[in-house]
């Protein structure tokens, strides 16, 4: 008998046939709405594998219902969504798809960096708006790119491809992370910071840190002081690493210049969420790895990961 798979969201025809190839698949036949509660935690019952994706909330609740579950195949790289010790201690494999997007994610962290330093959008509607009368010497000014101070928080395959963008502008590079990266100090010529003399002295402070405990709100009011006025912060890893209520006092209080946002405490974004009312926020719909090459490769490796646990081979990115 085949293994029973559930994929929680409408994946491209090649990947689901090449699944349907060894596994007995069911799927939720929608792409932008999300798939119920009561449906996921029914149809993961029964199910050997379930290749899902970040909107999908894994806790101990709905893995305490599955009988069969050997694996939980999730289509991106960060996991805070999947409850990894209640999966470990059920003997259930978790997997995810590192590599594929780096470089992508990487591309669009440094085109939010540059939206925000030279306030694309809102010169963008400037524009269409019709307030374009004259050109004039401060007018839409921004933050120069080229010769700034960049500090990484959370150096892993992600920021070093951000690192290789950012010596194209002759950028400064501080990092910080838990350990310390000496290789990449060397190769790529940066230098490691504490967090605290990373605010004070980057231009741009990018976020790039996995979401876990131990990141929730690292950066909140008190970081938030410690950033030059001028200052800009990206964030393209999770919503939760930043305090958004610290961030909208932070910037309403003009404690730094503007945040580039590609993800949020809580997605999708309410419309009447207090940061979409300041001109100096760029926000982003949660794209970092939304290129067709690089979500198809995404799927694939997902795909991969799935068949190899459900076939009793070792996937090539277990988790747990
Ligand atoms: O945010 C996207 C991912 O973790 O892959």
């Given at each position: 008998?085949?293994?029973?798979?559930?994929?929680t969201?409408?994946l491209?025809?090649r990947v689901?046939k090449?699944?349907?190839?060894?596994?007995?698949?069911?799927?939720?036949e929608e792409e932008e709405?999300e798939?119920?509660r009561e449906?996921?935690m029914?149809?993961a019952?029964?199910?050997?594998?379930?290749?899902?994706?970040?909107?999908?909330?894994i806790?101990d609740?709905?893995?305490?219902?599955?009988?069969?579950l050997?694996?939980?195949?999730n289509?991106?790289?960060?996991?805070n969504?999947?409850?990894?010790?209640a999966?470990?201690n059920?003997g259930?494999t978790?997997?995810?798809?590192?590599g594929?997007l780096t470089?992508t994610?990487a591309?669009?962290?440094?085109?939010l960096?540059?939206?925000?330093?030279?306030?694309?959008?809102?010169?963008?509607?400037y524009?269409?708006k019709?307030?374009?009368e004259?050109?004039?010497?401060?007018?839409?000014?921004?933050?120069d790119i080229?010769?700034?101070t960049?500090?990484i928080?959370?150096?892993?395959?992600?920021?070093?491809?951000?690192?290789?963008?950012?010596?194209?502008?002759?950028?400064?590079i501080?990092y910080h992370n838990r350990?310390?990266?000496?290789?990449?100090e060397e190769?790529?010529g940066?230098v490691?910071?504490?967090?605290?003399?990373l605010?004070?002295?980057?231009?741009?402070a990018?976020v790039l840190?996995?979401y876990?405990?131990?990141?929730?709100?690292?950066?909140s009011e008190?970081?938030?002081?410690?950033?030059?006025?001028?200052s800009?912060l990206i964030n393209?890893?999770?919503?939760?690493?930043?305090?958004?209520?610290?961030?909208y006092?932070?910037?309403k209080?003009?404690?730094i210049?503007?945040?580039g946002?590609?993800?949020?405490?809580?997605e999708?974004l309410?419309?009447?969420h207090?940061?979409?009312?300041?001109?100096?926020?760029?926000?982003l719909?949660?794209i970092g790895s939304?290129?067709?090459?690089?979500?198809?490769?995404?799927?694939?490796?997902?795909?991969?990961?799935l068949?190899?646990?459900?076939?009793?081979?070792?996937?090539?990115?277990?988790?747990?």
């Amino acid at each position: 008998m085949k293994p029973k798979v559930y994929i929680t969201r409408k994946l491209n025809d090649r990947v689901v046939k090449k699944i349907e190839e060894a596994c007995e698949v069911k799927m939720w036949e929608e792409e932008e709405v999300e798939i119920p509660r009561e449906i996921l935690m029914k149809e993961a019952q029964e199910v050997d594998g379930l290749l899902c994706m970040l909107t999908e909330n894994i806790d101990d609740e709905l893995l305490s219902c599955t009988r069969n579950l050997k694996v939980v195949s999730n289509m991106a790289v960060g996991y805070n969504n999947i409850d990894i010790t209640a999966a470990k201690n059920r003997g259930i494999t978790v997997t995810n798809t590192p590599g594929v997007l780096t470089e992508t994610t990487a591309d669009l962290t440094f085109t939010l960096l540059m939206a925000t330093a030279r306030r694309i959008v809102e010169s963008s509607d400037y524009l269409r708006k019709g307030k374009w009368e004259t050109w004039s010497p401060m007018q839409l000014t921004g933050q120069d790119i080229h010769g700034a101070t960049l500090g990484i928080i959370g150096m892993g395959r992600i920021g070093e491809a951000v690192i290789k963008r950012a010596k194209g502008f002759d950028m400064n590079i501080i990092y910080h992370n838990r350990n310390r990266k000496y290789d990449i100090e060397e190769e790529l010529g940066v230098v490691y910071a504490g967090l605290d003399e990373l605010l004070r002295d980057s231009d741009f402070a990018c976020v790039l840190t996995p979401y876990t405990s131990e990141t929730h709100h690292l950066i909140s009011e008190r970081e938030f002081s410690l950033m030059k006025e001028t200052s800009v912060l990206i964030n393209t890893a999770r919503g939760g690493i930043v305090d958004e209520e610290a961030l909208y006092h932070a910037l309403k209080k003009k404690e730094i210049w503007a945040a580039g946002l590609d993800v949020f405490e809580q997605e999708p974004l309410p419309l009447d969420h207090p940061l979409l009312a300041l001109p100096n926020v760029v926000t982003l719909p949660h794209i970092g790895s939304a290129s067709i090459q690089t979500r198809l490769k995404m799927a694939d490796l997902a795909a991969e990961n799935l068949l190899r646990a459900v076939t009793k081979q070792t996937p090539e990115h277990v988790v747990v």
